[in-house]
């Protein structure tokens, strides 16, 4: 998927009709971010979780190799992602499959960006 030219991988996602119990379940939203983070092979070193009212949650997950944050809007069944792991081990595409099920998203858009790209970082 991506190659060591750069330091970090970043997916930005947007999962669109996904289910709205879920997006409203503070506990269930931090769980399946752990669960991503897990899935990317990623180092947990905290997780931040808030719910607002009357609903939905923002998160962050961060993780030794970056971060993973996400955004829920139960009242429009979505939810924004973003999944940033530096390095070339970990698997930011297993946490975005991961979520994709677990929110149980209809739909999605997926971007993929490049971090950090050593050859303008050395660039002379």
Known sequence: ??????LGKHL???YYDCDVETLK???????????????AKATIVKSVFHTF??????????????HLTIHTWPEYKYAAVDLF???????PLAAFTLLKMKLK??????KKMLRGSLKEIFKE
Do not use: H
């Open 1 to 6: 998927m991506f190659k060591l030219n750069q």
């Open 12 to 14: 930005l996602v947007e």
């Open 25 to 39: 379940n503070t506990l269930l939203i931090e769980k399946y971010m752990i669960e991503a983070a897990e899935a």
């Open 53 to 66: 009212n009357p609903w939905g949650v923002s998160g962050v997950i961060v993780i030794e190799e970056s």
């Open 85 to 91: 792991t530096c390095g070339d081990m970990l698997d």
């Open 105 to 110: 998203a209809e739909r999605f858009d997926l």
